[in-house]
């Protein structure tokens, strides 16, 4: 089974290509415009084994809101169509990923329901030029767009860029467990189909 697709996004904001497949060798090519935000990217590729090429023309004269958030509706889509009826996925997981002073934990459940719970707080109003506030923005709209239930809570840290960088890990190594396939050829649900009642 092939767990691949491709997805255009634009706007009068932004341009967005991106190539998805999930059962990957973490390759990636990511270029936003925003150094930071490809940092991230390159992490949740590479702990998750999804393959991610992404490129992203954005306002960024303006500012990097809409940039930020589009990209997380795009890759968060193209992976919902990548893996269609979520059938044989294992659905249910979580990471606890330390980075140094820093731990976070991170819950998904590929529900079909977009739910974000976000307790990540910051000291910094800025990393490199990238908003803080903007991390919340990327992981809101990839939760809306992917249809699952995330839970993301950094339990404690000091290091800024150690917080951010476990979210996005932890965010990765849950992903790829949740979206393992299983011996079964099921839908994981009860309910005999789940449904992405947040897609946009």
């Not at 809306?144 to 990765?172: D, M, P, R, T, W």
């Amino acid at each position: 089974m092939s767990r691949k697709s491709y997805l255009e996004r634009v706007t009068k904001e932004t341009d967005i290509k991106v190539n998805i497949n999930i059962d990957g060798k973490n390759n990636y090519k990511i270029n936003s415009g925003i150094g930071f935000l490809d940092h991230m990217l390159e992490q949740l590729s590479k702990h998750s084994f999804i393959d991610i090429d992404l490129i992203a023309k954005g306002d960024l004269h303006i500012d990097y809101h809409h940039t930020t958030e589009d990209s997380g509706y795009a890759i968060g889509k193209a992976i919902d169509e990548a893996i269609g009826d979520r059938r044989g996925i294992t659905r249910f997981a979580h990471a606890y990923v330390p980075m140094d002073e820093t731990l976070t934990r991170v819950a998904i459940d590929f529900s079909g329901r977009p739910y974000l719970i976000w307790k990540v707080f910051f000291t910094q109003s800025k990393l490199g030029d990238m908003d803080t506030e903007l991390f919340k923005e990327w992981f809101q709209a990839f939760t809306q767009a992917v249809g699952a239930n995330i839970h993301v809570e950094n339990i404690y840290g000091v290091n800024n860029h150690h917080i951010i960088e476990s979210c996005f890990k932890g965010l990765a190594i849950a992903l790829r467990k949740a979206l393992y396939i299983t011996s079964s050829n099921t839908i994981p649900s009860t309910k005999g189909k789940i449904l992405n009642d947040g897609k946009k």
